[in-house]
């Protein structure tokens, strides 16, 4: 690919997801809209989905950001919810959509059709989970999309090499299948597991920034190669090496803290952006290897399809969600109360993504009906990502799910903030009657004025508002510190084109300001 074609691509791709935030459609729906008009622009060239770079070069870190952002302790509550998403689903998917499409299309082998199955089988949660951010669905059910996310991508591209072995007249049977799944699993979570506590080790050891954010955005290409070398799942190592470095962030220097968030948000935006737009560019390349599957035909195999994976996944989490309970006190005793509202919008966020797309484009040549497996793929990711994904902010508004309890989560907060004020109060008084640490009393003041406004911060939130704004007593307080800021930083560079300072102290000035600005704006992004 030229370097003005990929160029193109990455600001096209930016630019409409940035336009998106400003919509109330979903990124990712734009994007795919957007690519789909884009296919036929005069002058716009053709884009091919190469799966050599989609599966080991942008799956990795798109699985990355998401394990290290998601929630260790809220994953392992719901493991029997995920794994019966992850693993369950996926397997049924595969053979439901499989026998579906072998009973339907004339001459298509079972072999065959099950390598179509497992082509479509995994759902990619990004729209679902920005969704459900969006409108503020339940943390349970949004830890249970996410994790699915994680791990289906591993159980998908298992199944696909045991059903592509059968098809190409390899001779997998039941016995080599199991012992595929078992190698990639097993091996998978075995090499996230032997490479989690090294790495980790050493982001704790470096102590220059740069060092370790490099590092940072080698890790899940090391982890990914590392295991697919061994022929296990680099997904699952992946996913093993990000979860257990999110959990334990905290023990990293808080300068790498801040550049990593930074720079993963940078990379988590750019690559999904370029991903839905690729699939929305795929049209002519889909189209012009059909062949002999053309007009009504096509468009009823398609529809047929769609129809199969949307109602396979409601045949898979309503019994997977109730059956469990009805059968095992201990589970009832465990998980929180449900009802039918919450297995319908997860069925409903089924919608399929690039990693159905970069398999399909992985199928050989010389597999029988590839063209065809290639076009459905790519019709059932448009229909489920358009049609799933325009319905759902409606659907989860018509079943009016019960919000997040801010009122609740702010109390916890303030709780906790709380606790560890007096804990740092405690720890400060007792570092003060050591006489190596005496200060003046202005500085003493200091620490104890910015300890005291922390814990006081989190409460304001839950006090009245000003009338005049609707802003808390607390966003009055960001809002005039931002002012102050920016005052000082115009100051700043007036003393700088003045010549009473030069360019190395401005930057030295300015970086102070950055972080204290930077730190109140997580303050009022969290």
Same mark, same amino acid.
């Given at each position: 690919?030229?370097?003005?074609?990929? $160029?193109?691509?990455?600001?096209?791709?930016? !630019?409409?997801?940035?336009?998106?935030?400003?919509?109330?459609?979903?990124?990712?729906?734009?994007?795919?809209?957007?690519?789909?008009?884009?296919?036929?622009? *005069?002058?716009?060239?053709?884009?091919?989905?190469?799966?050599?770079?989609?599966?080991?070069?942008?799956? *990795?870190?798109?699985?990355?950001?998401?394990?290290?952002? @998601?929630?260790?302790?809220?994953?392992?509550?719901?493991?029997?919810?995920?794994?019966?998403?992850? #693993?369950?689903?996926?397997?049924?998917?595969?053979?439901?959509?499989?026998?579906?499409?072998?009973?339907?299309?004339? =001459?298509? @082998?079972? *072999?065959?059709?099950?390598?179509?199955?497992?082509?479509?089988?995994?759902?990619?949660?990004?729209?679902?989970?920005?969704?459900?951010?969006?409108?503020?669905?339940?943390?349970?059910?949004? %830890?249970?999309?996410?994790?699915?996310?994680? #791990?289906?991508?591993?159980?998908?591209?298992?199944?696909?090499?045991?059903?592509?072995?059968?098809?190409?007249?390899?001779?997998?049977?039941?016995?080599?299948?199991?012992?595929?799944?078992?190698?990639?699993?097993?091996?998978?979570?075995?090499?996230?597991?032997?490479?989690?506590?090294?790495?980790?080790?050493?982001? +704790?050891?470096?102590?220059?920034?740069?060092?370790? &954010?490099?590092?940072?955005?080698?890790?899940?290409?090391?982890?990914? !190669?590392?295991?697919?070398?061994?022929?296990?799942?680099?997904?699952?190592?992946?996913?093993?090496?990000?979860?257990?470095?999110?959990?334990?962030? /905290?023990?990293?220097?808080?300068?790498?803290?801040?550049?990593?968030?930074?720079? /993963?948000?940078?990379?988590?935006?750019?690559?999904?952006?370029?991903?839905?737009?690729?699939?929305?560019?795929?049209?002519?390349? #889909?189209?012009?290897?059909?062949?002999?599957?053309?007009?009504?035909?096509?468009?009823?195999?398609?529809?047929?399809?769609?129809?199969?994976?949307?109602?396979?996944?409601?045949?898979?989490?309503?019994?997977?969600?109730?059956?469990?309970?009805?059968?095992?006190?201990?589970?009832?005793?465990?998980?929180?109360?449900?009802?039918?509202?919450?297995?319908?919008?997860?069925? /409903?966020?089924?919608?399929? =993504?690039?990693?159905?797309?970069?398999?399909?484009?992985?199928?050989?040549?010389? $597999?029988?009906?590839?063209?065809?497996?290639?076009?459905? %793929?790519?019709?059932?990711?448009?229909?489920?990502?358009?049609?799933?994904?325009? %319905?759902?902010?409606?659907?989860?508004?018509?079943?009016?799910?019960?919000?997040?309890?801010?009122?609740?989560? %702010?109390?916890?907060?303030?709780?906790?903030?709380?606790?560890?004020?007096?804990?740092?109060?405690?720890?400060? +008084?007792?570092?003060?009657?050591? *006489?190596? &640490?005496?200060?003046?009393?202005?500085?003493?003041?200091?620490?104890?004025?910015?300890?005291?406004?922390?814990?006081?911060?989190?409460?304001?939130?839950?006090?009245?508002? &000003?009338?005049?704004?609707?802003?808390?007593?607390?966003?009055?307080?960001?809002?005039?510190?931002?002012?102050?800021? !920016?005052?000082?930083?115009? #100051?700043?560079?007036?003393?700088?084109?003045?010549?009473?300072?030069?360019?190395?102290?401005?930057? !030295?000035?300015?970086?102070?300001?950055?972080?204290?600005?930077?730190?109140?704006?997580?303050?009022?992004?969290?």
């Amino acid at each position: 690919m030229e370097v003005l074609t990929l $160029v193109g691509l990455v600001a096209g791709s930016a !630019a409409v997801a940035g336009l998106a935030r400003r919509t109330p459609v979903p990124a990712p729906l734009l994007l795919v809209a957007a690519g789909l008009a884009a296919a036929y622009v *005069p002058g716009v060239p053709t884009y091919v989905l190469d799966p050599h770079i989609v599966l080991p070069l942008l799956l *990795p870190p798109l699985l990355h950001t998401a394990a290290v952002d @998601s929630s260790y302790l809220d994953l392992r509550a719901n493991m029997r919810a995920i794994g019966l998403l992850s #693993v369950g689903y996926v397997l049924f998917a595969t053979l439901a959509v499989g026998y579906a499409a072998y009973l339907l299309v004339p =001459g298509l @082998s079972l *072999p065959v059709a099950l390598v179509l199955g497992a082509v479509i089988a995994p759902p990619d949660a990004v729209a679902a989970t920005a969704i459900a951010r969006k409108l503020g669905l339940p943390n349970r059910m949004t %830890t249970i999309l996410q994790g699915e996310s994680l #791990v289906n991508d591993a159980t998908a591209i298992t199944a696909y090499k045991v059903a592509l072995a059968a098809a190409v007249g390899v001779g997998a049977g039941w016995a080599d299948g199991i012992a595929e799944f078992l190698l990639a699993s097993v091996g998978g979570v075995g090499v996230g597991l032997l490479l989690m506590v090294p790495i980790h080790h050493l982001r +704790t050891r470096l102590k220059e920034p740069l060092l370790q &954010n490099t590092l940072s955005l080698l890790i899940p290409f090391v982890a990914y !190669a590392a295991a697919e070398r061994v022929h296990a799942s680099g997904v699952l190592a992946v996913v093993v090496v990000a979860l257990y470095i999110g959990h334990r962030n /905290w023990q990293v220097d808080f300068a790498t803290r801040l550049q990593e968030e930074a720079v /993963w948000r940078m990379v988590a935006f750019i690559l999904e952006s370029v991903v839905f737009a690729l699939i929305g560019l795929q049209l002519p390349v #889909v189209l012009k290897g059909l062949g002999e599957y053309e007009g009504a035909v096509a468009a009823w195999y398609a529809v047929a399809v769609f129809v199969t994976v949307v109602l396979a996944r409601f045949l898979w989490v309503f019994p997977a969600t109730f059956v469990p309970r009805w059968l095992s006190a201990r589970i009832r005793s465990r998980e929180p109360e449900t009802d039918w509202r919450a297995p319908a919008i997860v069925g /409903w966020a089924g919608m399929r =993504g690039v990693v159905s797309l970069a398999i399909a484009f992985s199928v050989p040549i010389s $597999v029988p009906h590839r063209n065809l497996i290639l076009f459905l %793929t790519f019709t059932t990711v448009i229909g489920t990502l358009v049609v799933q994904g325009l %319905t759902l902010p409606a659907l989860i508004r018509a079943l009016k799910l019960p919000p997040r309890d801010v009122h609740a989560e %702010t109390l916890a907060e303030a709780q906790a903030q709380s606790e560890a004020s007096q804990a740092a109060e405690e720890r400060l +008084t007792e570092l003060l009657a050591d *006489p190596q &640490n005496s200060l003046p009393p202005p500085l003493t003041d200091r620490l104890r004025t910015v300890m005291e406004r922390r814990r006081n911060a989190v409460w304001e939130r839950l006090g009245e508002v &000003n009338p005049m704004t609707g802003e808390s007593a607390d966003d009055v307080y960001r809002r005039l510190s931002r002012e102050m800021i !920016a005052a000082e930083r115009e #100051v700043f560079v007036s003393l700088r084109d003045r010549r009473r300072i030069d360019d190395e102290m401005l930057r !030295a000035l300015l970086r102070r300001l950055d972080l204290e600005e930077a730190a109140a704006y997580r303050e009022e992004a969290g």
